[in-house]
């Protein structure tokens, strides 16, 4: 009962710190002159994903390799089924007013890749620089495509107020201390709650003798995902589908691009052939199942709500027998 209660602190004290963390940086950035445009693109992206990137830096560190893979392709396929499917169960999304074509086809190429790269049995140095190449790119032609729609609406690239407003975490009138306290907070915040977390996951795995990559897969990447969950269901709410559906691509992508890219980095994270054989296949299929919602401008009901959610449980539950 003590580990979980641990592992519930640390997944609190993580999303705490993450939040804190991303507000500082914003606010920082944009006092120092950073364009809001910019600010969106990097630090909100980062910051946001910062709970999972130092969860899968710890498991490395402490030779849980398997939590840390676990961890992005659990938290992929919760992305789609589970992030997805409660909002539309509880009131639809209106998916059909939405065009994120560019970035789907972004995510399912950053899939391909990642599946391709796990056939080589292992993600170290190599790999996560290709990972951080292609992470690159997409946020270079994010960047560009902003700028063009910027030019073709006649508005200048300056930071002023209306720009700000838009930008996860921005207050232009939060003061110096105040963001410095944030930013201490989150970089504090961070490695103790990664720390925690992953100590007592291995703790709880242990004692259930079930693998590291079953607890990544299931009881960490759950967690992480309600962050987006909590923003999908609110966006959904509010009916904006724009919002809901660009949270989860956005996620995913940089799931696997950005938290394995740098976790490979720092050490080397085996493949489990289990990955090989079925999980990696259905975060891909998981994928997959959005592409009427994507490309044909169907809304997502709450039937395809239900069958999302439900096929989410079912995979846990297959996971875990």
Known sequence: MIAWLLVALGLTILLLAGDALVKGAVNLSLR??????????TIVAFGTSAPELLISINAVLENQAGLALGNVVGSNTANILLVLGVPALLSGLHTSECDSRKTYVFMIIASLLFVGLAFTGEFGALEGAVLLFALGLVLLDAFVEAGRH????AEMLLVDADESE??????????WWQITVFLVLGLIG?????????????????????????????LVALGTSLPELATTV????????DVALGNVIGSNMFNLLAIIGVTGLVGVIPVDPSFLRFDLWVMLGASVLIVPFVFLKMDMNRVWGLLLTVGYLVYVWQVLT
């Open 32 to 41: 120092v002159g950073v364009p809001a445009l910019i600010v969106s693109l």
């Open 234 to 241: 609110m966006a959904a709410l509010r009916r904006q589908a």
């Open 150 to 153: 910027r030019r073709a609406t």
């Open 190 to 218: 961070l490695p103790l709650g990664a720390d925690i977390l992953v100590d007592n996951a291995a703790i709880i795995a242990r004692r259930y003798h079930v693998t590291d990559s079953v607890i990544g897969l299931t």
């Open 166 to 175: 838009g930008v996860e975490g921005a207050d232009p009138d939060m003061p």
